[in-house]
Structures are given as structure tokens and as C-alpha cells.
């Protein structure tokens, strides 16, 4: 328990005076239970727990022993390596508990097809860029609230906190379904640490990247092949994908048609990335890629972009693009199954990592606003 504490802390990049404050105790007794030289008692149990966005059965788990079997999801990640056997387990519980949700609502979940792809090859990439357009019924159209979009398709999509340095992962397995895991948070540039809000276009991407793996590379899922840090065509498969459907061809080609093989302005760069709901780095990878701009141009902008946003990604920090208003369909099953009787306050707190006073305010406030016919 010691040593979990400790990892799911600085998993939040919290000192131990923040969580401290958070659970009502001393930085010493933060300290004291991380050297196992303490034992929390069962409240601060669950305060930690709460603090740390964690179920308390996370906590009390036990560390496997030689003889037992890694309990694991099926995943890629960008960087597995950074991925502790306490996030995985972590979620692993997510995973299990959405499908659970969606099991006892009788929700159909979206499993696109499978279209194993073993070299990179940009032209069957724009063809199944376009069909899932298609599929999501945008055509040629910004997508507008991707994330919203894909999850009324049916992709189940956990916004949730992350280790630095990973964007996001999908997982897929027989019993639960594909699955797409997208960190919400970041570090915050502060003394204090803590987390600040990841920008929702990184978001976006990082979904529809995780989605190109789910149907280029489904059959994969189990081991990785190639050695972390080498130069992995499924990656370079994944980032054009989400590209490709985030930013359709005909259209961007139609927007910059006075600037081929010209430096594009950030300010015109900055309205389209308003408009398709994308980060600058896209719209450029996206215009190399057409052969709008030369790779050679894409370099030298991106360098540009790096020494002028330096703590941002690259990324001017303004515009943002808007925050997804719709309710993450995770939520809104939960709240249908507490309205129906199929699941109690407890358990929905659980799933969701709230307090059950949090489930109920916003129980409230949902049941207040107005449905559709």
C-alpha cells in the first residue's frame, strides 16, 4: 500500500503537502504511510482513495506473487514502459466497470471493423479515413464535438488522468469490447505541482489515433513487436488516420489552395484550427501530407511553433479550441442505470470517481434539464 500511494501521488504530480491538505493531514503523516512506517485508518482510507481518483480496492490490493498470473489489458500505448502495473490495474477496473454499465443498460458499444494494415500506406489510410467519415455521417463536414461524436457512435472513451508523456491508449479484449483511454490532464507549469487541463484538441486526436490502432492494428494488441523507441509504422499509421478523419482532404485543399508550397500564416493556421477543432502541429502534418507544404517547410514551421510556445507543445495557447459540453456517455448510462434502479449511489460513485454527495448534486442537475424527443 506504501509504495501505491506514493506512485498514484506522483502519477498526479501532487507533493505530499497537496495531498496532505486534500485527505487532512500532516506532509509527515503523508510521508510516515509512504514508508510503511503508518497505516492509515479506514476514513483516511477512503480519503486517499478519493483523492487520489482511485477505488480504496485499488489500494488494498496485493502485489502479485511469482506464482500468480499478471492480470493485464490488452493495449498499446505510446510509451508502455511508462504504464505501472498499478495503472494498469487501474484501468483495467475502468474498462470492466464501463462494459458492466453498458451490460446491465443493454447499450450497444461500437467495434469498428478490423483492417489489419502492416506497412504504412497513406492511400488505403485516406480511403478508411473517409469511410469512418462517412460512418459518423460528416462527410466532408468538420466534425465538430469529435469526442461527443464518436461516443454516440458507440466508442466507449474514459477522459481520464495519465502518466506524463502518455497521450492516451485503446485496450481490446473478447469480454469488454474496444475501448479508448485519453488523458484529460497534464502537469501544471507551478511550484505547487498538481494538474492542469489537457487542450481538448490533443484530446481529440489522441482518440481518433487510439481509434486507427483499433482498426488498423487490432490483431496486434497482445505483445508489442517492434523495440520501444524504434521508429514504429503503426504509429506514423495512427497519427495519419486521425488526421485524415479529423481534417478531410478536399476540404483542407480547398482552404489553402492560394498557399501551396507558401509559409502559412499562424493567424490563418489559428482560424482553422477554430474551425476543424485541431491543433496547429495537425493542420501542418495534414498540409505535408497532401504535399500542400514540403516536409522541409512542416520542419522549419514546427520549429518556429517550438521556440515561440515552448511549454504548450508547440501549440499557440491562443485560440482553444471549446471544450466538449455534452455529458461523456459513461456518465449519462450511469445516471439512466440510477434512475431505473439497475445500479445504487454507491456503486455509481465508484464507477465514476466521484462522492456519492457529488452523484447526487449532479444527478440533480441532470434530471433538471430538458430531454429530447
Not at 487532512?24 to 480519503?47: D, F, M, Y
Not at 451490460?103 to 500506406?121: K, N, Q, V
Not at 487541463?197 to 481529440?204: G, I, N, S
Not at 500564416?265 to 496547429?280: E, H
Amino acid at each position: 500500500m506504501s509504495t501505491r500511494i506514493r506512485e498514484l501521488r506522483e502519477r498526479l504530480n501532487l507533493n505530499q503537502d497537496a495531498l496532505g491538505a486534500t485527505v487532512g493531514v500532516t506532509r509527515q503523516t503523508i510521508a510516515a504511510w509512504e514508508k510503511g512506517q503508518r497505516i492509515p485508518s479506514v476514513t483516511q482510507l477512503s480519503a486517499i482513495a478519493h483523492a487520489l481518483d482511485v477505488p480504496v480496492e485499488l489500494l488494498l490490493r496485493q502485489e502479485p506473487t511469482a506464482n500468480q498470473p499478471r492480470v493485464s489489458v490488452l493495449y498499446r500505448a505510446d510509451k508502455r514502459s511508462a504504464l505501472t502495473e498499478t495503472d494498469e490495474a487501474l484501468m483495467t477496473r475502468k474498462a470492466s466497470d464501463y462494459a458492466f454499465v453498458e451490460r446491465i443498460m443493454g447499450a450497444l458499444s461500437w467495434l469498428p471493423e478490423s483492417r489489419p494494415l502492416y506497412t504504412f500506406e497513406p492511400e488505403l489510410i485516406e480511403q478508411v479515413a473517409q469511410e469512418t467519415r462517412d460512418s459518423l455521417g460528416v462527410e466532408n463536414a468538420p466534425l465538430g464535438d469529435a469526442l461527443s461524436l464518436l461516443e454516440r457512435r458507440g466508442l466507449k472513451i474514459v477522459r481520464t488522468r495519465l502518466p506524463d508523456g502518455v497521450f492516451g491508449f485503446s485496450a481490446y479484449s473478447d469480454e469488454w469490447g474496444a475501448i479508448a483511454f485519453v488523458n484529460r490532464s497534464k502537469a501544471a507549469d507551478s511550484e505547487a505541482g498538481g494538474l492542469a487541463d489537457m487542450p481538448y484538441e490533443r484530446q481529440v486526436f489522441t482518440a481518433f489515433h487510439e481509434l486507427g490502432h483499433l482498426i488498423f492494428h487490432r490483431r496486434e494488441y497482445r505483445e508489442p513487436t517492434l523495440i520501444e523507441g524504434r521508429r514504429d509504422h503503426r504509429e506514423d499509421t495512427a497519427n495519419y488516420f486521425a488526421g485524415a478523419v479529423l481534417v478531410p482532404a478536399q476540404a483542407l485543399r480547398a482552404d489553402l489552395s492560394g498557399y501551396r508550397h507558401r509559409w502559412l500564416p499562424l493567424p490563418l493556421l489559428c482560424d482553422l484550427k477554430l474551425r476543424y477543432g485541431v491543433s496547429v502541429q495537425t493542420l501542418l502534418y495534414r498540409a505535408a501530407n497532401l504535399d500542400i507544404i514540403s516536409d522541409r517547410q512542416k520542419g522549419q514551421q514546427f520549429g518556429d511553433l517550438r521556440k515561440r510556445f515552448p511549454h504548450n507543445y508547440g501549440e499557440p495557447t491562443e485560440p482553444a479550441c471549446p471544450s466538449s459540453c455534452t455529458m461523456p456517455r459513461l456518465e449519462r448510462l450511469v445516471f439512466d442505470a440510477l434512475v431505473n434502479d439497475k445500479l445504487g449511489e454507491s456503486r455509481a460513485a465508484e464507477i465514476l470517481g466521484w462522492s456519492q454527495q457529488q452523484v447526487r448534486d449532479k444527478l440533480e442537475i441532470w434530471l433538471q434539464e430538458p430531454r429530447s424527443a
